[in-house]
């Protein structure tokens, strides 16, 4: 098992071209979920702990702790602040209504690199990944106001704030989603003040904040926007980046 985790950790220290893109346009499989760690080479999280913690990685590359954030079938380790909420459909985490947010209650993080898969069901959908906001309780304007939000919309006629750019403050450079129905990855690095954000493998944005009142510790949070909106969530993982 020693030697296991250690190949695990010692994968993700160098993420690849097929890790940042995430899974291939032709796939049919829309639901299964992925338990391999990004950049493990296939190692199945059934085969490590679930949570492998910075000060904790018996034999593991000292500077990395690998979370897996969703387990793929239940809401355990998830709250959620603000009207609407997230349902599981064929393994994945599906919004429903809103304005609302679905945060990871049993750690907040510092550095590190954010992989997940999202697609939409609809060209009007809108959703956004929040990063680096305190406990928001039942507020879900929290993470609006003292964290950063990477955007999903791909809508023309919607919010002129596309896919890949962090919300109120920097707009994507490209615009490389999937078409409707198709999974995208987002990775996201975040070091310091630094936020750059990862489209199915290509860099959309690098932004720097400047801001006070957004911190460089938080929670991560899924947004559910309106009632409209299907947006659909599988393989959320986090590597943190330890000092």
Known sequence: MRALIS?????????????????????TDHS???????GSGGASSRDTAHTLRCAGV???????GITRLWDGQTL?????????????????????????????????????TLFLD?????????SGVFLRF???????????DHGYEVQINDNPGGDPQKTGAIYNQQDATSHPSRPVGEWN???????GERYRVYLNG?????????????????????????????TQFRNIWLVESCR
């Open 7 to 27: 190949t695990v950790v010692a994968g993700l220290a160098l993420v690849t071209p097929a890790v940042l893109a995430g899974p291939t346009p032709a796939s």
């Open 32 to 38: 299964a979920q992925d338990t391999s760690v990004p």
């Open 58 to 64: 018996p034999g593991g590359l000292p500077g990395h």
């Open 76 to 112: 355990e380790g998830w709250s959620q602040a603000g009207p609407g909420g997230f349902d599981i459909v064929d393994g994945t985490l599906q919004t429903r209504d809103g304005m609302g947010l679905l945060w990871y209650d049993q750690a907040s993080f510092g550095d590190f």
């Open 118 to 126: 999202w697609r939409v069901t609809a060209e009007t959908d809108n």
């Open 134 to 144: 305190p406990d928001p309780g039942d507020d879900p304007w929290v993470a609006v």
């Open 185 to 191: 990855r987002y990775v996201l690095r975040v070091e």
């Open 202 to 230: 290509e860099l959309v944005n690098d932004f720097t904040s400047d801001d006070p009142d957004r911190g460089t510790v938080g929670h991560i949070g899924l947004q559910n926007h309106d009632p409209d909106t299907r």
